[in-house]
């Protein structure tokens, strides 16, 4: 289930982070750019996301985000990550695992590592769409090789559908909303869950 909500958080935050990708054409970077002022993480968003493809089958939940914190919830979890520590709750066990990710683990977390890892080694095309934008991106030695974003004509992300180890992703994402949210939401409140088991893995 954890590896799972891994692949499924990873997908999502590289989907409203991938507006800093290379810039190898200006139309596709006045796009991405633009794209990117709608994602103020530092001050905090909220989005809901489905994601379909691979292995995964077919998830929806919602994440909210704030610089590199965020939750993310989906049918049968929830993830708080504040930095440095995470807490994984399982709905149908009632369990809570904690643990502070190695720094391969953070890196696959937080939405700022790929603004560096995808920031070259791109190409990058663009196309009109029916609904706005479509930008393809194209990376050779890439653990994501190809990908197409598309972007509506007010500049949000909308969808991105990605090539990842010969597995297609498709993540739709929808209500993407800007917000002022508490660092303090991200941390999981035992008041809130009284009943649960939790198991300390630090």
Do not use: C
Not at 67 to 92: L, S
Not at 158 to 183: R, Y
Request: glycine share 6%; net charge positive; aromatic share 10%.
């Amino acid at each position: 289930m954890r590896k799972t909500l891994y692949t499924l958080i990873l997908l999502f935050l590289l989907a409203l982070t991938i507006s800093a990708a290379g810039n190898n054409s200006s139309a596709a970077r006045k796009v991405l750019d633009k794209a990117a002022s709608k994602v103020n993480i530092n001050k905090g968003a909220t989005a809901n996301f489905s994601i379909s493809g691979g292995n995964v089958g077919t998830r929806t939940g919602s994440i909210t985000i704030k610089g590199n914190k965020f939750i993310a919830r989906t049918e049968g979890a929830i993830m708080w990550y504040d930095g440095k520590t995470q807490w994984v709750y399982d709905t149908r066990s009632d369990e809570v695992n904690i643990s502070k990710p190695r720094p391969a683990q953070q890196q696959s977390m937080n939405p700022y590592s790929f603004l560096n890892l995808y920031k070259k080694g791109y190409d990058m095309s663009l196309t009109k769409a029916a609904s706005g934008n479509e930008v393809h991106l194209v990376g050779k030695g890439k653990s994501i090789s190809e990908m197409y974003i598309l972007i509506d004509a007010n500049y949000v992300i909308k969808q991105v559908k990605m090539l990842q180890k010969g597995k297609w992703f498709t993540i739709n994402i929808s209500n993407f909303k800007q917000t002022n949210i508490s660092d303090a939401a991200f941390t999981f409140n035992k008041k809130d869950y009284p009943h649960a088991e939790v198991i300390d893995l630090r």
